[in-house]
């Protein structure tokens, strides 16, 4: 418009002036297109889901969309959610303390979109996350915003109104040692997990482990437990 009052004063070519016209058409024409959708998105969308049921808005949160364990996660959410009037968001929300990605100094800053009024409820892929946190800390950043219903995947959150999913590691293992013992003639097993002293997960998983070497009379070599940190170099 600037341009348009500097120029209104000077004599222009016919080229000149038949641009100028189409610009400033449609600029006017834009400006009524998006005009109409921000009125309808603001005024006309409320007033018709007022008092209504809507499709519901699940975030998902994961540390990482590379790895094969998130991955087999998303997939069963998805295959899940296929026939359901649910959408899903997956949020990435990295991990503070976790110093082995670009992006960690990044980490839980997604917190206030995922408890933003659009969300319903938020499904935690909280393992990962407790390798390099305390479950306080975890609870802590999650409990500064509006609550929300929580499922929390692999272990349990100190939140209102969340439920917890775990794997029942106990049977998967004794199926596992008693095979190697009974059909290899094994004794010696090694284990490889995350370190039990941080990771919540990983200490159950290691007792299950545990337990199952006792069933079968087999004496664990602690000379033979290697644990990561959920990185290739480790």
């Not at 449609?26 to 109409?36: D, E, H, I, P, V």
């Not at 503070?96 to 319903?120: C, K, M």
């Not at 909280?126 to 975890?138: E, H, Q, R």
């Not at 802590?140 to 929390?152: A, G, I, W």
């Amino acid at each position: 418009f600037f341009r348009i009052f500097v120029l209104k004063n000077r004599p222009l070519e016919s080229s000149k002036k038949t641009t100028l016209l189409h610009g400033v058409n449609n600029l006017y024409r834009n400006f009524l297109f998006y005009g109409k959708i921000y009125y309808i998105i603001l005024k006309v969308i409320p007033n018709i889901t007022k008092g209504k049921s809507y499709m519901k808005t699940i975030a998902v949160v994961v540390h990482s969309l590379t790895v094969e364990y998130t991955l087999s996660i998303l997939n069963g959410i998805s295959d899940y959610f296929k026939e359901k009037d649910i959408r899903s968001i997956i949020t990435q929300l990295k991990a503070p303390s976790y110093t082995n990605s670009l992006y960690e100094y990044q980490s839980f800053s997604s917190l206030p979109s995922i408890f933003s009024d659009q969300v319903d409820g938020l499904i935690v892929v909280s393992g990962i996350y407790n390798t390099t946190n305390t479950l306080k800390t975890l609870v802590k950043e999650f409990s500064k915003y509006k609550s929300k219903p929580v499922v929390s995947i692999s272990i349990p959150l100190d939140l209102p109104d969340c439920s917890t999913v775990i794997v029942d590691d106990s049977k998967s293992y004794e199926k596992i040692i008693t095979h190697l013992r009974k059909e290899h003639k094994v004794r010696k097993i090694a284990f490889m997990g995350t370190d039990p002293e941080t990771s919540t997960e990983g200490k159950h998983r290691f007792q299950c482990f545990m337990n199952a070497m006792k069933k079968n009379n087999l004496t664990f070599d602690s000379d033979l437990f290697f644990y990561g940190n959920f990185t290739t170099s480790s």
